[in-house]
């Protein structure tokens, strides 16, 4: 026993445990700074939500100590089970789950202790993916694999949007970057990309006209782009040089020889002429495909053509579909609006108080923007403003650094597993982490869209730490059975 | 199973989440360290800076008697996010305003080009200087009045209804006031003239404040730091002036129903001792609410009551520059005083140029000169030095020395009082004739600016102060109306002397000249049996009827008082320049005037003269 124990002790990462305890600790001063108000500085008690933090670290560490005496079979042989009871229990949520803030994804425990069930479906998620991707004969390139692979995200993720959670459920499309890292083609990756610059520089300049024509500047831009990234496939997956070059050549000429006949002849909207190059490029790689056989071409034709149909449609969705209500949280976002009294106010306020922060903060417990309530939510969602506040730029940026080392650190563990299960599970973390951090300090700098998930380890809340927990510390005693097997 | 291919998407993946964390440290770092705006907005947030104002200096005379000092008052200020369901007629029947200005005030309140300084999260004035029994009643009911608060403030108050004019008043700060000193804030009161306003910065102290922590919702959340950074507001500095009160009221008195200006300076400080100018207006009226009817009344007034003669008006002196003639001729070596005499039958004649003169014995030199006032005499003079070619190589060097000398006397520039308004007076100079007569002119041409008329004009405070330098002798020190700051010391200015390009010796010829004027010349109403007075009559030709004017010091030996009086449309010097000032001078070297005296200063005061309705 006493050599098991040894090896164990050995076996351990100790280094990502050891920057979790920081991370924690940490957290917990943190929420001690934006939970305290003036003349009350007992942080021990129960009745402060510092001190309540405090029972849920113990629990956590408690959590974390019994998962690592399990044995790594027993994680891979209920993967399924964990699953399978989390969806119930998330299905259940929805009916028997209490009315917080207008979300149905608490289950009330008494005692004013409220469970989220969608925290821990993380967890349960990744075990099944890790489960299901290491079986044998799965492959990333067999479709029905893979529609099953994404079957198991959007399950859970369907159920908790009906429980009104949607920031919760919007960390599930991390698990993408896992299967990336499994194979996933990059083309949906980037097509990703695309869609969400089409998006942003579509509708942020829709409005602008391009030096003083009847040009808007998004959609010249969005088709140029279009076109621009046409030719890169080209010389990406046809493996012709003089293809791309001459494909982008003419792109450049015609749309600069459009846009000086526009600004010194007779002014007139370049956008046409775009699209006629659009249409022109689809019927030419249509013709190729059809003389060499190479699918690719096909490919990319389909990319044009979705690429120019998506833009379209989300101008469409945006000015159209949109409710009243959702569309200034975007347009804040994108900052065509400035709104400090309602979709603007949380992030502005939060920026306030981070930019008063300086280089150096204002000292532990001496924020006044967080500690005089300016900033909402600001010891669970908006918890990384006090971190500005109080500790300025140089404390802000090292939880920024920590935050960084440990999922890199992480990935240096995936990467190490010797099989797809424990890499899956690992790099499902280092999904949701990077998610996490980077949705949650975006929305605090003012940077991503105002959605409500918490920062790990920080942010107030014992059932979001339980869940980070459980998550790490399953993949930490992964991690250190690899050696035994 | 290891795919290298893929395993190098790792790095793709590493990547992302450095520039991810790099690209938030930057942005921490712009919003932290190269902008200074969220630290401001933070404190704007969460600091509610509560003014402490200061009481503002207290004003005494020169015996100690307390002139002006502050009584409570109370503002009314307004939050305008925190007003809701207001009662407005209750509040406008307590208050007793009607609802349309109560419409308008908080549309001027709102007004950002009316009140530079709005915000709706801070106390805006809504109604200044409730009197104490107006704020008792709308006390009882000011819980009722969300978003109402009261602001304790002071008013000025006058124990005495003389001197407005030295004194001035304080009114509230105009848009323009705030954005030239950011110590103001809208509804702050700054001084408005006089002592007031050129001691402003010396009676308004110093605001305090007091940080208080203010939450999302607007509630106080006590005191910043437990009040680390909080400031007790510096009290204004006490002034003590140079006046007189009784002498000043003396003044006021004699100069009732008459347009003109009173000055007397103690030469040996430059202490002003009294600075009447008629007419005059009881300074509480600029005081409280109604400050702002009574300035339109006093500013429409035909008299220009608000005008303040002794530094603002500029006369003709008249004969009473016959002094500086004397010494100017005397120092340049045109006159000797006792082998110079000049003719005067009836005037000087000239060719066809005659300046008239009274019936006196000729020729004379110039103490009897100066005893008789005889425009004769000081004709000659100028004549003589403007067309002494020896001397001078043109008139025009003539007159530029002659000018120079008027300058170090202290005329054509200000003197440098300190209470605003003061005019420069007219000293011509070359330049000027050569503009107005195109180059020919000579001494002829100018000569009645020997005798105080024509181009040259003063302002009372100048002949005061003419005055002054003669009873010391050849030097004066800026004349002055504050004494002494409590705890702080005058303008240096205020200490230096100022010597004239005379030498003292023809100073001596001049005070003979003054004395045997009043022993036996044109002032013997001006002999006080046991005071050496020495006086110069004025009587100063102008449009309508003659100016008196009256310039003196006493005692002839280390003098007290010099003094000058000037009534305008007065007649002769003696009608009611040389009585005025003998009663001043005996008022203030004895402490009270005689039973004779008394009678006399009755007469005076009940005298009117007639003006008529023109603008003056």
Redesign the interface.
């Given at each position: 026993m006493v050599t098991k124990n040894v090896s164990f002790i050995k076996s351990v990462d100790w280094v990502i445990i050891a920057l979790y305890l920081v991370l924690v600790i940490c957290g917990w001063f943190s929420i001690c700074g934006a939970s305290y108000t003036y003349g009350e500085p007992d942080f021990l008690s129960f009745d402060t939500r510092a001190g309540k933090q405090l029972i849920w670290i113990g629990c956590s560490l408690a959590i974390g100590f019994v998962l690592l005496m399990l044995e790594k079979k027993l994680y891979e042989m209920l993967a399924y089970v964990f699953y399978a009871l989390i969806i119930l229990l998330l299905i259940a949520t929805i009916f028997v789950g209490s009315d917080i803030k207008g979300s149905h994804s608490w289950i009330r425990l008494g005692g004013g202790v409220n469970l989220q069930p969608a925290e821990f479906a993380k967890a349960a998620t990744a075990l099944a993916l890790a489960r299901y991707m290491s079986s044998y004969g799965f492959s990333m390139h067999n479709l029905r694999d893979l529609l099953k692979v994404i079957g198991l995200i959007m399950l859970p993720m369907l159920i908790i949007i009906m429980q009104k959670e949607t920031g919760s459920a919007l960390v599930f499309l991390s698990f993408f970057l896992m299967l990336y890292r499994e194979g996933m083609s990059g083309a949906f990756l980037f097509s990703g990309i695309c869609a969400i610059v089409y998006f942003i520089v579509g509708i942020r300049f829709a409005d602008v006209p391009l030096w003083e024509m009847p040009v808007s500047t998004g959609e010249f831009v969005v088709l140029f782009l279009i076109q621009l990234c046409t030719a890169g496939m080209l010389g990406t997956y046809i493996r012709k040089k003089s293809l791309m070059y001459w494909t982008g050549g003419i792109i450049l000429g015609v749309t600069g020889v459009a846009l000086l006949f526009s600004l010194y002849v007779i002014p007139f909207d370049v956008a046409w002429i775009q699209l006629g190059l659009c249409i022109l490029l689809i019927l030419y790689l249509i013709y190729m495909w059809l003389r060499e056989r190479i699918n690719n071409f096909a490919y990319i034709a389909m990319f044009i053509l979705g690429s120019v149909v998506f833009f379209y449609s989300s101008n469409y969705v945006f000015s159209e579909v949109l409710s009243e209500h959702q569309k200034p949280r975007i347009e804040v976002v994108l900052g065509m609006k400035e709104d400090l009294t309602g979709a603007g106010y949380n992030v502005n306020q939060s920026k306030i108080a981070i930019g008063s922060g300086g280089l150096t903060g204002k000292g532990f417990l001496n924020g006044t923007q967080t500690k005089l309530k300016y900033v909402p939510e600001q010891d669970t969602d908006f918890i990384f403003c006090t971190i500005g506040e109080e500790q300025g730029f140089l404390g802000a940026s090292a939880v920024l650094l920590l935050f960084l080392a440990f999922i890199l650190r992480i990935m240096a563990l995936a990467e190490r597993q010797p099989d797809a299960f424990g890499r899956v599970y690992g790099y499902s973390l280092v999904g949701i982490f990077l998610f996490h951090l980077f949705i949650n300090v975006g929305m605090v700098l003012g940077i991503t869209p105002v959605i409500g998930i918490p920062l790990p380890f920080f942010s107030y809340g014992g059932s979001s730490l339980w869940g980070f927990t459980i998550l790490l510390f399953i993949f930490i005693r992964i991690d250190s059975a690899r050696k035994r097997v | 199973?290891h795919?290298y291919n893929?395993?190098k998407?790792?790095f793709?993946?590493?990547g992302?989440?450095?520039v991810?964390?790099l690209?938030?440290?930057l942005?921490?770092?712009a919003?932290?360290?190269m902008?200074d705006?969220?630290?401001k907005?933070?404190?704007s947030?969460?600091?509610l800076k509560k003014v402490q104002f200061p009481a503002r200096g207290a004003i005494y005379d020169r015996n100690g008697r307390l002139m002006v000092y502050n009584q409570p008052a109370y503002d009314l200020m307004v939050v305008m996010r925190e007003v809701n369901n207001l009662d407005t007629l209750d509040f406008c029947e307590t208050l007793g305003i009607t609802k349309e200005f109560f419409i308008k005030r908080m549309a001027d309140i709102k007004n950002r080009a009316l009140n530079p300084g709005y915000s709706r999260y801070t106390e805006q004035l809504f109604l200044s200087q409730l009197p104490a029994e107006e704020f008792a009643v709308f006390q009882e009911k000011l819980f009722r009045f969300s978003g109402f608060y009261i602001q304790r403030r002071t008013t000025r108050q006058y124990t005495y209804n003389v001197a407005a004019h030295v004194l001035g008043d304080v009114a509230e700060v105009s848009p323009r006031d705030i954005e030239e000193d950011d110590y103001y804030r809208s509804g702050d009161f700054i001084g408005i003239q006089g002592v007031e306003r050129s001691y402003e910065k010396v009676l308004r102290g110093e605001k305090g404040v007091e940080i208080l922590?203010?939450?999302?919702?607007g509630r106080i959340?006590?005191k910043?730091q437990n009040g680390a950074y909080d400031k007790r507001p510096v009290p204004g500095k006490n002034l003590t002036l140079g006046l007189d009160v009784e002498l000043q009221e003396l003044g006021e008195r004699l100069l009732e129903g008459k347009i003109g200006s009173i000055v007397a300076i103690e030469p040996s400080t430059g202490d002003i001792l009294c600075m009447v100018s008629a007419p005059s207006y009881d300074p509480h009226l600029l005081v409280g609410r109604d400050r702002g009817k009574h300035h339109l009344e006093l500013s429409r007034d035909s008299w220009k009551p608000l005008l303040n003669r002794a530094v603002s008006g500029t006369y003709p002196p008249g004969s009473t520059f016959k002094t500086s003639q004397a010494l100017t001729f005397m120092q340049e070596g045109i006159i000797s005083p006792t082998q110079t005499f000049y003719p005067c039958y009836h005037g000087f004649v000239y060719g066809g140029l005659r300046v008239g003169c009274h019936a006196h014995g000729s020729p004379l030199p110039l103490i009897p000169a100066l005893a008789t006032s005889c425009n004769g005499y000081f004709c000659w003079g100028l004549y003589y030095m403007f067309s002494n070619r020896t001397k001078y190589k043109t008139v025009q060097q003539a007159m530029t020395t002659w000018k120079d000398y008027m300058v170090s006397m202290g005329f054509g520039y200000q003197l440098g009082v300190d209470i605003p308004g003061e005019r420069r007076g007219m000293i011509p100079n070359a330049a000027f004739y050569d503009k107005a007569y195109r180059g020919s002119w000579n001494g002829l041409t100018v000569i009645s600016i020997a005798i105080g008329q024509g181009e040259v004009t003063l302002t009372p405070l100048q002949i005061a102060n003419l005055g002054a330098t003669i009873a010391n002798r050849g030097y004066f020190i800026t004349p002055h109306v504050v004494h002494s700051i409590e705890g702080g010391r005058l303008d240096s200015i205020y200490y230096e002397r100022r010597y004239t390009k005379v030498e003292s010796r023809y100073y001596e010829e001049v005070v003979q000249g003054m004395r045997q004027a009043v022993l036996a010349g044109t002032c013997r109403g001006a002999n006080i049996p046991d005071i050496e007075v020495c006086g110069k009559t004025g009587t100063a030709q102008n449009r309508g009827h003659d100016h008196s004017a009256f310039m003196g010091f006493a005692p002839m030996n280390n003098p007290k008082i010099a003094i000058a009086v000037y009534v305008e449309n007065g007649g002769f010097g003696a009608v009611y320049g040389v009585p005025i000032g003998k009663l001043m001078i005996e008022k203030y070297l004895k402490g009270k005037l005689s039973p004779e005296s008394e009678e006399q200063a009755k007469v005076i005061q009940a005298k009117r003269i007639m003006y008529g309705d023109q603008e003056r």
């Open positions: - | 199973m795919n893929l395993e998407r790792k793709v993946i590493g992302a989440a450095i991810i964390v690209i938030y440290i942005r921490l770092f919003l932290q360290i902008s705006d969220y630290k907005n933070a404190d947030n969460a600091f922590l203010r939450d999302a919702r959340q006590g910043y």
